[in-house]
């Protein structure tokens, strides 16, 4: 059995795998995934509703689900050997597939800058960059109501700070994050922040810096790749034509308000 990468492309951390494996050219097969309609949405628009439905392919929940121990995507199947987590999965394609040196690189500074990036990311950039597509688009989802724009601007203040962070003390006047080739420290960070683009935050405006250095990641990896791998986040607001469980909506609603609380 060949190698299996269970992803939802709506997850940045399924992206940055499909980015990485599909630059690299290594073989697999792409089950995918649809979390959030598959475990969450109840009904769709009925036929003949005049409510455009969002663009849906074959999921593979179930299967993802007995992969992972840990129920959730991004997960791998390689032949018996199973692996769940965006960075190991990255570091396991990267091993085995001896991906090219700058991905993660054998210099051991140079790794130990990308290992460095990887674990500020998740307490800075990824703690604030994802509650967009929550306060813009999925809790009026469920809610029925917009909520407040204080809100937006609270997570947008924390996602501004570690903006400034991330290009005073990782960018810099570099071309990349470690240097003059792009590594999975600067995947990891795009995915993240196209986030809050595909729902209307556009962060990279009046940014000149870090717009170059977007165009420059788009370039190394490709454009073509890079906007199929995103074209369902810049489509996000299509769920708003998905009708929800009712039940499920009673159920969820306030749970997904104590998120942002």
């Excluded at 995507?73 to 999965?89: N, Q, R, S, Y």
């Excluded at 940014?207 to 074209?231: N, T, Y």
Aim: glycine residues 4%.
């Amino acid at each position: 059995m060949g190698l299996e990468l269970y992803l939802d492309l709506l997850s940045q951390p399924c992206r940055s795998i499909y980015i990485f494996a599909r630059s690299n050219n290594i073989p697999f097969e792409f089950k995918q995934v649809e979390l959030f309609k598959d475990s969450v949405l109840g009904k769709k628009p009925a036929a003949g509703s005049g409510a455009e439905q969002p663009r849906t392919g074959p999921s593979n929940s179930e299967g993802a689900s007995k992969v992972s121990l840990l129920k959730k995507v991004p997960a791998l199947k390689d032949g018996d050997f199973t692996l769940a987590e965006c960075t190991a999965i990255l570091l396991y394609l990267s091993r085995k597939y001896k991906t090219p040196d700058h991905w993660y690189p054998s210099d051991i500074q140079k790794r130990a800058q990308v290992d460095e990036y990887l674990s500020w990311h998740h307490a800075n950039i990824r703690a604030n960059a994802p509650k967009t597509m929550w306060i813009k688009v999925l809790i009026p989802l469920f809610t029925g109501q917009p909520l407040p724009s204080e809100k937006l601007q609270e997570v947008m203040e924390g996602l501004y700070t570690s903006l400034k962070q991330f290009e005073e003390r990782f960018l810099q006047d570099k071309a990349f994050i470690i240097g003059s080739e792009i590594s999975l420290a600067d995947l990891v960070a795009i995915v993240e922040l196209m986030q809050p683009v595909g729902v209307g935050c556009d962060i990279f405006e009046d940014r000149p810096r870090l717009m170059e250095w977007r165009r420059r990641v788009e370039d190394a990896v490709g454009k073509e790749l890079f906007f199929q791998a995103h074209e369902m986040i810049l489509n996000i607001k299509e769920l708003s034509n998905i009708q929800i469980d009712p039940q499920l909506k009673e159920h969820l609603a306030p749970m997904l308000m104590k998120m942002l609380k």
